[in-house]
């Protein structure tokens, strides 16, 4: 599976962005579906996941509240919704697939395909 990530920007603190994640070449509702973020200098971390059927979520201490998740299988996409954006919020934002359909995987190494990431930065 081909993963396309866009809706990157800059934004003003306190600001929205909805970044998607649009899946070509299989269907999404075979995948778990993350969303990392990897600032400068720092590693990748894990923001929030949802399973195959979308049933499922999972986020993050620092998202829980303020970033929502979701999944349109049949536009085979993966939005994330990013409220009350802070300056540390700034990064590149990955999406990325796992095979573990029925899973929240939470770490880089449980994910099969990456999208190429888009820039996110928050100014304060």
């Known amino acids: 599976v081909q993963l396309q990530a866009s809706g990157g920007g800059l934004v003003q603190a306190g600001g929205s962005l909805r970044l998607s994640c649009v899946a070509s070449g299989r269907t999404l509702s075979g995948y778990a579906v993350g969303w990392f973020r990897q600032a400068p200098g720092k590693e990748r971390e894990f923001v929030v996941c949802?399973?195959?059927?979308?049933?499922?979520?999972y986020y993050v201490d620092f998202a829980q509240g303020r970033f929502i998740i979701s999944k349109d299988n049949a536009k085979n996409t993966v939005y994330l919704q990013m409220n009350s954006l802070k300056p540390e919020d700034t990064a590149i934002y990955y999406c990325?697939?796992?095979?573990?359909?029925?899973?929240?995987?939470?770490?880089?190494?449980?994910?099969?395909?990456w999208g190429q990431g888009t820039q996110v930065t928050v100014s304060s």
């Open positions: 990325a697939a796992s095979y573990s359909s029925n899973s929240l995987p939470t770490t880089v190494n449980k994910y099969d395909y």
């Open positions: 949802i399973t195959g059927s979308g049933g499922r979520t």
